[in-house]
């Protein structure tokens, strides 16, 4: 009978109001006008009445099941949809030759694959002749970031559509399109209307379900925010510590860090943190962030940056969090310099292309009369023993011309550092040869 009441278009009276609010034309779905609207790729492809096969990307809720049935209406082609968590491989071979005698038989088919990414790469793999030979129209859906779940032959064939999180605007035209369905308004002030809308996170269908709830309530007083908080369980956040969420929101906080925005930096910490991010993991990034951005142009930035990971390590949640954000805030507002990352990473490099260079003979450990015998330690200057504290004596192996890796541009402490640095580089440039001075 499901069947057929989807034939239909007809939803069955006790469909959920999220079936029942489905759209039934591409004009009707909200929030997609970048490809569904004038102009949009999507549009073009069906007034042109030729689709091309695509993946749909995006967060739940943003109508990807309902754009792919739609499509298939519009340009005359047989829907056909399986799911990569219940199918396996004879699924899709069943699929596959149904298509395939449906197309010998002049009916184009678009086969509609939901968690497309859930499929191994030997499975995606056997996509492929198909939409090669036209058999399929392939339409995937998936939350995950396609360049790192599909394998790139597949996405060398088709197209991929970023699907957008629904903005107020769409969310609250959903919320007149389900008051107009079910004859009523929402019991709710404009608060807490507008707070209904946050709980949703962008998703289109947990905003309908939540508002099923709603519309059920025998009430007749609109509920304010902390009432309607009162009836829906707050939402988790969508954050998944595993995949593409996590990496993008901590280089947000990385990058707020590195940009000298301490609000920004706090709003993302909170958010990982809200979404069930492991506090120490943002610990060791923080301490990286001291040492990667910060250096010497603070160097007390690494000493909070631990000291914030002890602070937690001690008090634990909730109370050691705040220590993670002082952290935060310092490094966010501290100056910043690369002067260490930088020269570490050429120092680096330089070590692999010299080799097996041995260290002067004069800086070399003597610690037996063979050794000195052959000038082990001849010539060294003690540095904090001579009139400057500096003898600008040669440090580097012997053949090899003299670098600069630390190039500090005199940020906060770098100030002094960089000072001194051209007073030593002014002291070098006038000493005797190296190993020439006693000591």
Do not use: C
């Not at 340009?75 to 699929?95: C, E, N, P, R, T």
């Not at 968690?115 to 492929?128: P, V």
């Amino acid at each position: 009978m499901t069947d057929l009441f989807e034939a239909s278009g007809i939803h069955p009276p006790d469909a959920p109001l999220a079936d029942r609010l489905r759209p039934r034309t591409l004009d009707e779905v909200v929030g997609q006008d970048h490809l569904l609207g004038p102009g949009g790729p999507i549009r073009r492809m069906v007034e042109a009445g030729r689709l091309g096969s695509m993946i749909l990307w995006g967060p739940p809720g943003t109508g990807k099941t309902t754009i792919a049935r739609l499509l298939a209406q519009a340009a005359g082609y047989q829907f056909q949809q399986i799911s990569a968590v219940f199918s396996g491989v004879a699924d899709l071979k069943k699929a596959f030759e149904a298509a395939r005698m449906r197309r010998a038989a002049g009916q184009s088919t678009l086969l509609f694959v939901d968690e497309i990414h859930r499929f191994n790469r030997a499975q995606q793999d056997g996509f492929l002749p198909f939409v090669e030979e036209g058999i399929i129209t392939l339409v995937g859906a998936t939350t995950e970031n396609p360049s790192f779940e599909l394998n790139g032959a597949l996405l060398s064939r088709s197209q991929v559509y970023v699907l957008k999180r629904l903005d107020d605007f769409a969310l609250d035209q959903l919320l007149i399109r389900a008051e107009a369905q079910e004859g009523k308004t929402l019991p709710l002030t404009p608060e807490a209307r507008h707070a209904l809308a946050a709980l949703a996170d962008g998703d289109g269908r947990y905003l309908l379900t939540m508002s099923e709830v709603l519309f059920d309530l025998t009430s007749t007083e609109p509920l304010d925010v902390h009432a309607l908080a009162g009836i829906l369980q707050k939402r988790p956040p969508a954050y998944d510590k595993s995949r593409e969420e996590h990496y993008n929101l901590i280089s947000a906080l990385h990058k707020s860090v590195r940009g000298s925005d301490p609000d920004a930096a706090l709003y993302w910490l909170a958010r990982m943190l809200n979404g069930g991010e492991d506090p120490l993991y943002l610990a060791r990034r923080i301490v990286r962030m001291a040492v990667e951005d910060i250096g010497e142009a603070d160097p007390l930035s690494l000493l909070v940056a631990n000291a914030a990971k002890d602070t937690y390590d001690f008090l634990g949640s909730p109370e050691g969090e705040l220590a993670l954000a002082q952290a935060v805030v310092h490094l966010a507002t501290a100056p910043k310099s690369v002067g260490v990352y930088e020269a570490f990473k050429a120092a680096k490099r330089a070590a692999a292309e010299t080799g097996s260079l041995m260290p002067p003979a004069h800086i070399r450990n003597a610690p037996t009369k063979l050794m000195k015998s052959l000038g082990y330690g001849k010539g060294y200057q003690y540095d904090p023993s001579t009139p400057e504290g500096f003898s600008g004596a040669n440090f580097f192996p012997d053949g090899m011309e003299r670098r600069v890796f630390y190039t500090p541009k005199g940020e906060g402490h770098e100030a002094k550092v960089k000072e001194r640095l051209e007073r030593w580089a002014a002291m070098r440039a006038e000493a005797p040869g190296e190993g020439e001075a006693g000591g």
